[in-house]
């Protein structure tokens, strides 16, 4: 095993919380804290309880001062808000690194994230597993090989919770691919195909999005040619995978200079 890490997780009662939670027990890392919003129902609550595991003596709180502190680690899978609050101020409290799976950030907020890089060493992805990460560097490989004249289209499922649409991992493929193409992804992005005159633009990346049920990720890019469609799909079982992705990047980024990492970064890609 990697060195032991004290691991500080945000928002350990959440769906991401919980696993991350499980994940760096099993992975045999100690848990500095647990945060939660300040009107959480959970705060008090052992955060190895609301994960479904043995009580670990860690209570959530709504403080990041007392979740964090001391860190290796911060781990972070919230909201946009929450997670620059929490940049701003992990140097202060003495945590060299934070690993972020939070998605739906504005530019604006992007270019925070890339000012706290300058004294943190951030992992920051839209997904974290070792198969969606593969995928992209077969999208931005398909996309350099195929010409102008395939389309790319990017469809993504989730559950019904999820706010932020596209998916961050929907737009990090998308990003591949315009990069294949040799454009940042704000030129080739496609306008949502709706009424009368929703004709295809050549040369555009269209992206479409569903809603439905608990569904946990569902990831398909197809090239189309007027001859033949290649597809390139991933689906996520369990989620769990994105924990144990998120475990190996605090893992990896706990060793790192400040700067702004990203999974092809932590898995040698």
Do not use: C
Request: proline residues 4%; charged residues 20%; glycine residues 12%.
């Amino acid at each position: 095993m990697s060195k032991q890490l004290n691991i500080a997780i945000a928002g350990a009662a959440g769906r991401m919380g919980r696993q991350l939670v499980s994940a760096a027990q099993s992975a045999g890392h100690t848990l500095n804290g647990g945060s939660e919003a300040p009107n959480s129902p959970n705060i008090g609550r052992d955060i190895g309880t609301l994960a479904g595991i043995e009580p670990i003596g860690i209570m959530a709180v709504g403080d990041l001062g007392a979740a964090a502190r001391g860190a290796d680690v911060w781990i972070d899978f919230t909201v946009p808000n929450a997670t620059i609050a929490a940049l701003s101020n992990l140097p202060e409290l003495g945590v060299p690194a934070a690993v972020i799976g939070t998605t739906g950030f504005s530019e604006a907020e992007e270019a925070k994230i890339a000012a706290a890089s300058q004294s943190l060493a951030i992992v920051k992805a839209g997904n974290f597993s070792l198969g969606v990460n593969l995928l992209e560097a077969l999208v931005k490989q398909a996309a350099e090989r195929l010409g102008p004249d395939w389309d790319i289209e990017i469809a993504e499922t989730h559950h019904r919770h999820k706010v932020d649409a596209p998916s961050g991992t929907a737009l990090m493929l998308g990003d591949a691919a315009a990069k294949g193409r040799g454009a940042p992804l704000s030129a080739l992005k496609a306008k949502p195909y709706d009424g009368p005159d929703a004709k295809r633009e050549s040369g555009k990346i269209g992206f479409s999005v569903r809603r439905s049920g608990g569904v946990i990720g569902d990831h398909d890019v197809t090239f189309g040619s007027e001859m033949e469609v290649l597809s390139l799909r991933h689906t996520a079982l369990d989620r769990a995978v994105f924990a144990y992705g998120a475990i190996k990047a605090a893992e990896w980024a706990a060793g790192q200079e400040p700067g702004l990492y990203d999974m092809s970064d932590v898995i040698g890609l």
